[in-house]
T-cell receptor, first 114, second 110 residues
């Protein structure tokens, strides 16, 4: 196990609703990245937080937003849910060093939008 | 964004046979990482390659980074049922953002 936890594990919402997903990073890791993985696809980068600041964003609309807290845990918020938002949402924590390091993924939250 | 392509998309092999997945980029990569995702699971980091022509081995797994740093491969010798899953290569950019390849789903026939 990586030590990265996510909650909830599964979630069902309807179109137009809002959702908040949570991630606790591995101890000592100050960087959290969020990814969306649609069925049968590779994970797509949503955004990254480093020391409570957004540090890079992928090609996702503003209704995807996030936070990182002083303990480096993080939240992903999605407003005005659409059917295509149904996916596995993964967070990954890392050390945030200048040279790339391996990232530790959590088990993910499976979101179904009806 | 610039994609990282993987082939094949699917591979079915008899248990005991070898398996190889290839990762190709149109641009030079600073490094390449490989991940394994079991069915219903999450990506698990396997290895990172940084140097041109680098070869690394982990038991039955051999990872290669091309001389031009535009391609990489993962080879599994004598596959076992525990090797089932999807193998992704991923490139990193500046802030450790991962851009994943399209993945190769490996199925083992017992």
């Amino acid at each position: 196990e990586t030590g990265v936890t996510q909650s909830p594990t599964h979630l069902i919402k309807t179109r137009g609703q809002q959702v908040t997903l949570r991630c606790s990073s591995q101890s000592g890791h100050n960087t959290v990245s969020w990814y969306q993985q649609a069925l049968g696809q590779g994970p797509q980068f949503i955004f990254q937080y480093y020391r409570e600041e957004e540090n890079g964003r992928g090609n996702f609309p503003p209704r995807f937003s996030g936070l990182q807290f002083p303990n480096y845990s993080s939240e992903l918020n999605v407003n005005a849910l659409e059917l295509d938002d149904s996916a596995l949402y993964l967070c990954a924590s890392s050390l945030g060093q200048a040279t790339p390091t391996d990232q530790y993924f959590g088990p993910g939250t499976r979101l179904l939008v009806l | 964004g610039q994609q990282v392509m993987q082939i094949p998309q699917y591979q079915h092999v008899q248990e005991g046979e070898d398996f190889t997945t290839y990762c190709n980029s149109s641009t030079t990569l600073s490094n390449i990482q490989w991940y394994k995702q079991r069915p219903g699971g999450h990506p698990v980091f396997l290895i990172q390659l940084v140097k041109s022509g680098e070869v690394k081995k982990q038991k039955r797994l051999t990872f290669q980074f091309g001389e031009a740093k535009k391609n990489s491969s993962l080879h599994i010798t004598a596959t076992q049922t525990t090797d089932v899953g999807t193998y992704f290569c991923a490139k990193t950019t500046g802030n450790e953002k991962l851009t994943f390849g399209t993945g190769t789903r490996l199925t083992i026939i017992p």
